[in-house]
């Protein structure tokens, strides 16, 4: 079965970096986009950032443009998030996400920005 398993939130200051991963199992990674999305509280489930299945092309929120860079490991099954110059408006649950027809969710992981 589908698992999309992140990691790598936490605490940060504005301003500061952190870096997610999503270990996928379950399907062949290669063949597949990839997602983040986030979840602030109160508001909606928003696309952050989409790569191809061969990591060629990249799609970005314009709200993280030119902060945050996703990319994929095809040999890991693993996709990043590395997220520069964050800010408080960033703090919200992400979550790794593919879509085989059915959308497949992580269990998410908190990213807090605050001093």
């Known amino acids: 079965q589908v698992q999309l398993v992140e990691s790598g939130g936490g605490l940060v200051q504005p301003g500061g970096s952190l870096r997610l991963s999503c270990a996928a199992s379950?399907?062949?990674?290669?063949?597949?986009?990839m997602n983040w999305y986030r979840q602030a509280p109160g508001k909606e489930r928003e696309l952050v950032a989409r790569?191809?299945?061969?990591?060629?092309?990249?799609n970005y929120a314009d709200s993280v443009k030119g902060r945050f860079t996703i990319s994929r490991d095809n040999a890991k099954n693993t996709v990043y998030l590395q997220m520069d110059s964050l800010k408080p408006e960033d703090t919200a649950v992400y979550y790794c996400?593919?879509?085989?027809?059915?959308?497949?969710w992580g269990q998410g992981t908190q990213v807090t920005v605050s001093s």
């Open positions: 790569i191809s299945s061969t990591g060629d092309n990249t």
């Open positions: 996400n593919v879509r085989r027809g059915y959308d497949y």
């Open positions: 379950g399907f062949t990674f290669r063949s597949y986009a």
